[in-house]
């Protein structure tokens, strides 16, 4: 049967779950076309339908899109043409750059909980198959088996409220990618089409703002053979110095949301989140602890200093409880310390290059 919703279980292989409607992300068509301004049609066949069945049921789908072209293209284009023209006054405005439903609420060190929130689910009857839910020998866990000779309806929760996860505004001019990654960055850009330009000479204190991590999350193994990373930090103005050869990744472009979901470092599928800055947020020196105590020792004759530490140690029982943590707080402090630790190095900037 047609449905008018990708049918994800919220509950991965429990049918009496029900679903949840998912955003996804532009790593997939579905998400990544809208990016572009653009609607995409995934024309997803069943594995348990004949051969014959699935080849003629894509064969009519792909006449319906060609015919309803014939008919409307003329229309289409122009609805396209003014899309383009509207993101490129996206800068400046607020754009939506992930979502969640209630039932996969986020978790602040980052994926997605299977805590069941039903508040804003409605009973929808679904024509399924009749099943059932047995304790694997092999597993332990239960096992769905399904019998396809046996329609059934399931009365089960629906989950389409979708609400914003990540909301960020957009850069009144751009993005400047430094010369250290422009080599790396520059052929992803000319691969998906985005405009964008190299600095030709240096550029002394420009307005702009700089984004530090506060909390950095790497995954526990590689994905796609890449290590991914989420973030969790603020952007703050900064007088900063642009080297000649640097990027200049305007947001006055069609493809202006792309950008955004390459360049915003949170978002879900950024060159951030793949991991190609990684470099940034990695510690590459350090004191030895026996160091670091003989340095903090005489750091706390500063009575400023100490009056601070105290104060944090009374505030904060995790920091308190933590030798390492609390090392960091002058290390820190110190003159050694890496100020570019945690700092992503592409820039926003609000007025153009």
Not at 24 to 35: D, E, H, K, L, V
Not at 165 to 194: N, T
Request: aromatic share 12%; with cysteine; hydrophobic share 40%.
């Amino acid at each position: 049967m047609p449905l008018d919703f990708y049918p994800d279980l919220a509950k991965t292989d429990d049918p009496s779950s029900g679903f949840a409607l998912t955003v996804y992300s532009p790593r997939f068509s579905t998400g990544y076309f809208p990016q572009r301004n653009r609607f995409t049609v995934l024309v997803e066949t069943h594995s348990w339908k004949e051969y014959a069945r699935r080849v003629q049921t894509t064969l009519n789908t792909i006449v319906a899109l060609a015919e309803l072209v014939a008919a409307q293209g003329a229309e289409w284009l122009k609805l396209c043409k003014q899309a383009d023209a509207t993101a490129q006054r996206l800068g400046g405005t607020d754009v939506t750059l992930d979502y969640v439903t209630r039932w996969r609420e986020p978790t602040r060190a980052g994926g997605a909980t299977n805590e069941r929130d039903d508040t804003d689910a409605r009973i929808i009857e679904f024509r399924g198959y009749a099943y059932t839910r047995t304790e694997s020998a092999i597993s332990g866990g239960l096992v769905t088996a399904y019998d396809p000779k046996t329609p059934q309806i399931w009365r089960v929760p629906m989950r389409d409220a979708v609400k914003p996860l990540l909301v960020v505004k957009a850069p009144g001019a751009g993005y400047v990618v430094p010369v250290a990654f422009a080599a790396e960055i520059a052929p992803r850009l000319e691969a998906h089409g985005v405009v964008f330009s190299t600095q030709q000479q240096r550029l002394s204190a420009v307005a702009a703002a700089t984004f530090r991590a506060q909390r950095v999350n790497f995954g526990t193994a590689p994905f796609e053979g890449r290590m991914r990373v989420q973030l969790e930090g603020t952007w703050s103005p900064q007088a900063v110095n642009i080297e000649a050869g640097a990027l200049f990744v305007p947001i006055a472009q069609p493809l202006a949301r792309l950008v955004t979901a390459l360049f915003e470092p949170q978002a879900p599928d950024s060159f951030a989140a793949w991991g190609f800055f990684n470099a940034c947020f990695e510690q590459k020196e350090q004191m030895e602890p026996y160091v670091a105590e003989q340095v903090a020792a005489g750091m706390l004759a500063d009575s400023a200093l100490r009056a601070e530490f105290n104060a944090k140690l009374q505030a904060d029982a995790e920091f308190a409880r933590s030798p390492g943590d609390r090392l960091e707080f002058f290390l820190r402090r110190h003159a050694s310390w890496d100020e570019r630790y945690n700092l992503y190095p592409v820039l926003r900037a609000d007025t153009p290059l």
